[in-house]
């Protein structure tokens, strides 16, 4: 009997990445799109609109509270080309974003949000490939 290679060390902590990496990141970044649209034909319209918190804390709590888990499960995992690649597309460019532009609302949402969004995209992918090497 052929031993299989083993490159998932802990299967169901990928199995929910990748829940939520396929639910979370493609949901929400399309909820808080429509909310963006919204709320410009509502400032077209010269009307007082409270949607802007509401686009706020839809693109900024899965970040803030999945940011950990994912960092965790790469660690677990031992994918430390992906931890880099998070810190090179995500913390790199945040960081230097809020010193050099301070919180400007519009800039903040883009150049913090869009790394981390476009990272789950490249990583999802990636985590596929490695629950189909697992299987097989």
Known sequence: ??????????????????????????????????????NYIIASAKISSPV??????????????????????LLKEKRFGWIVTYFIIVII????????????YGLIILLLFAPFYFFCFLIKSSVDEWIREYNF
């Open 1 to 38: 009997m052929a031993l299989r290679s083993k490159t998932i060390y802990d299967i169901k902590s990928v199995e929910r990445l990748r829940k939520l990496l396929t639910v979370g990141y493609t949901i929400l970044p399309a909820m808080g799109a429509v909310f963006f649209i919204f």
């Open 52 to 73: 802007f918190p509401i686009l706020f804390s839809i693109l900024f709590f899965p970040p803030a509270i999945f940011t950990p888990y994912i960092l965790y499960v």
């Open 93 to 104: 460019p945040a960081v230097i974003a809020v010193t050099v532009l301070g919180f400007a």
